[in-house]
């Protein structure tokens, strides 16, 4: 398929229910009365924020949810949207504040609707989660405890799920999966999406770096199964005060588990360091951090140490080139596909200018700082 027909494919994956349709989806399938309904950003799939009218003689259950609507391609994978919804079920037993998993009236978690196109029918999954309060951490001025207190989350968000079983569990070996970091080179058929630029050389030496310095060792990392995406607008956090009066921070939500699938361990913090340089101001500083609360609870190999630089370069490289690449198939959605290209380039360029042996001692003795007690 030429990169045109794959980009019309693509594009036309993603859904486009209205407002008034979406209604009828949650009155049909889930069995509530929408009292208000309003759009919410999305990447490629369709989410609406949706209160619901409270039934007669009723006092008690959530008022809010998030409807999600996957896009036809992912559609075409049920058993994998529900071994993820069976896993943020599985997470929220174990006290992590993830969402609650409504069940459609036919009492599954998923429910696949088809609709005439016109030319053809479509085919969509759609679910309905609890909402979560909170605010983005995007938000907030990130403080080195809570960048601590993330890289533990996601650490121990790995852990727990060495104890979850399904029988469709295998389906989280994407293998061609493009947000599998084990996949970076697979952004080489994206890279036209950049022109021909000095982003392009960057990403380029990036891919070259990757199957030089991680392809090798991918056979001494540690498996799991990982989120994948801990980013900065799907961690929601809280305030509140301190006996001082000033506000402490607490995470009260994990979004988005789309992205989920077998990688290392290596990789869930490479990727969670990525997301959280986003918006420091201070971007090279908050890797130690995390690498601090991560390794509090699972402390990395040597080898997987060694290639957690060219790790989070390789995240920030499929960040900024899918995003461009979306850009255009979804011009209207611009402003959400590029949040992370607003710092990440520079980010990037400052991680290859200033080396892999600078940034890794300021990572690991900001993480050693932590067992001493003084942390930087």
Known sequence: MSSGDDQRSQASAKPSFSEAQ???VVESVFGFKVSKIQPLPSYDDQNFHVCISKAKHTTDGPM??????SNTETSRTPDLIEVQSHIIMFLQAAG???ASVCRTKGDTVTHLMSVDGGSEIKSYLVRLLTY???????EIPISPQLLYEIGRLAAKLDKTLEKFHHPKLRCLHRENFIWNLK???????YLYALGQDRNREVVEQVIRLFKDEVVTKLCHFRECINHGDLNDHNILIESSKSAFGDAVYHVSGVLDFDDMSYGYYVFEVAITIMYMMIESKDPIQVGGH??????????????E????????????CQSLVMAAYS???HPENEAYLMITAKTGWKHLQLMFDMGQKAVEEIWFDTAKSYKSGISM
């Open 132 to 138: 979560l309060p909170g605010r983005p951490i995007a």
């Open 22 to 24: 979406a209604c009828v």
């Open 96 to 98: 992590f504040p993830t």
């Open 290 to 303: 995390v690498l601090a609360g991560f390794e509090s609870i699972i402390p990395l190999t040597p080898v």
């Open 305 to 316: 140490r060694g290639a957690l630089f060219p790790l989070v370069c390789s995240r920030f």
């Open 327 to 329: 850009c255009q198939l």
């Open 183 to 189: 996949n970076v080179p697979l952004l080489e058929k």
């Open 64 to 69: 809010e949810y998030v409807l999600k609507i």
